[in-house]
């Protein structure tokens, strides 16, 4: 059974940062990419980061490109999002998800998903 397990949320000031954590289990991680989703209340869930199941790859909503930061860590089963300089449109539900297909991710979709972290960005 896939369970993803995230941490690392809370309530940030604006301008600060935050790391988020994913452990995985039950799936042979390095076969699998990873994303992070966030979703928002009357919002679209919205991919905002990515990468390949070697870790090769990574890919960024452009609401996010520069600030957050994706890896991996095979040993660990464990995948990360570091966010720098976050913001008041950055508060959401954050979810890791896996998927053994990368485009998956840039369609809107993933095969696991997390129980979700919340982030909240005051001003």
């Known amino acids: 059974q896939v369970r993803l397990v995230e941490s690392g949320g809370g309530l940030v000031q604006a301008g600060g940062s935050l790391r988020l954590s994913c452990v995985a289990s039950?799936?042979?991680?390095?076969?699998?990419?990873m994303a992070w989703f966030r979703q928002t209340p009357g919002k679209e869930r919205e991919c905002v980061s990515r990468?390949?199941?070697?870790?090769?790859?990574?890919g960024y909503s452009d609401s996010v490109k520069g600030r957050f930061t994706i890896s991996r860590d095979h040993a660990r089963h464990t995948v990360s999002l570091q966010i720098h300089v976050l913001r008041p449109k950055d508060t959401a539900d954050y979810y890791c998800?896996?998927?053994?297909?990368?485009?998956?991710?840039?369609?809107?979709?993933?095969?696991?998903w997390g129980q979700g972290t919340q982030v909240t960005v005051s001003s």
């Open positions: 998800t896996a998927d053994r297909t990368y485009q998956h991710f840039l369609a809107g979709h993933a095969g696991y």
């Open positions: 039950g799936l042979t991680f390095r076969s699998y990419a």
């Open positions: 990468i390949s199941g070697s870790g090769g790859i990574s």
